[in-house]
């Protein structure tokens, strides 16, 4: 999307130099628009050493299998979005346990991903008939002959094969930030 006006007092926008970069920006108030980002999350449940996978039902990827995942909303935390998409596209509670993968993919609309690692609390999968049309929990053997998408089958090489336990939460940070949720290796 390419802003053309400000969207705190809807003035043309122009295009100024700010700290060395031509950006658009605002001539009568402080408002500059630093660009279009999206941020994404992604879960990888494990049980019985299977991963949870979901069948996309529409575009982007409709027939891939791919971990369960979404865009974060405006005022919702990545944790509450990750937790959130694997109970609407699978129907599995799970709880988060750390931050193993982030990819940052530079384009019109600056994406970030982040996958989280879960444990599988309950449930049985069971796909949404909206954003998945199948779900499960699978193991690398099975995957061999499924259609799963290639960024998916390198979150489950990590999901499944990974050493490092990943970032987590720090739920007492020495400097304590309002509002921030802060996370650091373990």
């Not at 660009?35 to 050493?49: C, M, P, R």
């Not at 998409?85 to 991903?113: C, F, M, W």
Request: glycine share 6%; net charge negative.
């Amino acid at each position: 999307m390419a802003a053309n006006f400000c969207i705190k007092c809807a003035t043309p926008l122009e295009i100024r130099d700010i700290d060395g970069t031509d950006r658009k920006a605002c001539p009568n108030c402080d408002f500059v628009f630093w660009g279009d980002f999206s941020i994404g999350v992604g879960a990888l449940v494990v049980k019985d050493h299977k991963v949870l996978l979901v069948k996309r039902a529409h575009d982007p990827g409709r027939g891939f299998w791919t971990n369960p995942g979404g865009y974060i909303d405006h005022w919702e935390t990545m944790e509450e979005t990750v937790i959130r998409e694997v109970e609407e596209e699978a129907g599995i509670k799970a709880t988060i346990q750390s931050v193993v993968a982030i990819r940052d993919l530079p384009r019109t609309v600056h994406n970030l991903y982040l996958a989280f690692s879960m444990k599988y609390l309950s449930g049985t999968p069971t796909p949404d008939g909206f954003e998945s049309d199948e779900a499960g929990f699978y193991s690398l053997e099975e995957m061999e002959n499924m259609n799963v998408a290639p960024f998916t089958r390198w979150l489950v090489n990590i999901a499944l094969n990974s050493k490092n336990e990943g970032i987590i939460k720090d739920k007492e940070p020495i400097i304590p930030l309002k509002d921030h949720i802060l996370y650091k290796v373990q």
